[in-house]
């Protein structure tokens, strides 16, 4: 999935005045820039994060935020909330006010929370189709046995949703430890899937989403994702 765009043509009459027919004439005059370039086409696709300049003056400026939180025990995935501090709480960023959660942990889970601007961006990383796996630390009531893996593997049906759940890949750790890697996440899901063999999930911490890991960031802690690990993550997106 892409974000959404506008032609330019459409975008530059939409939000000067200039009539659709005139804008033609404007490129040709080199008083449009897109991201600091002449503009070539008419066609050109501008996105929310194209910076537009007609005649010097800036149409648009949007500026695309990622930020990555080591999320601690006792914090809720929220923007706001009246009892428990929030994600959002946590996070010292300019354009905190515009930033949304890429996947909710629950208020006893930890482990790493993706936030951001782009909303194009976290749909493409949430949906299952995308297959942008999201890995977990789990630690059992009982133990673990060795049928898991297998059902695990073949999906479990959730009546609720009526769906079957994306095949899951287990790694058992220790009796009580496993490591779990998802595709997509529904509500409560580890707990879901645990629970089809009553076994509760007593810790769960959320290790890595895709090649994003916490490596480094203390808990509580949050930074802005790198160039590096956007590229990186483009190409687990759009592979
Ligand atoms: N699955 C759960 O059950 N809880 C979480 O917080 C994340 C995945």
Known sequence: MKSTTHRLDRFISQNSGV??????????????????????????KITQFTQVMLDGQCLQNNQAAYVLLHKPQGVVSATQDSQHTTVLDLIEHPQKSELHIVGRLDLNTTGLVLLTNDG????????????????????????????????????????????????????????????????????????????????????????????LTLAGLAVGQSRALTAQELATMDRYLNS
């Open 120 to 211: 194009a961006w976290s749909r493409q990383v949430s949906l299952p189709q995308t297959r942008l796996v999201k890995t977990y630390d789990v630690q059992l009531a009982q133990p673990v046995g060795a049928q898991y893996a297998a059902v695990f593997a073949q999906g479990i049906y959730f009546a609720y949703e009526n769906i079957t759940t994306q095949p899951a890949q287990l790694e058992i750790l220790s009796a009580h430890r496993v490591r779990l890697s998802l595709v997509e996440g529904k509500y409560h899901q580890v707990k879901r899937m645990f629970g089809y063999f009553q076994n509760q999930v007593l810790q769960l911490h959320r290790v890595s989403v895709g090649p």
């Open 19 to 44: 009539k659709l027919s005139d804008v033609r004439l404007l490129l040709a005059q080199k008083r449009i820039l897109v991201d600091g370039q002449i503009a070539q086409s008419i066609q050109q």
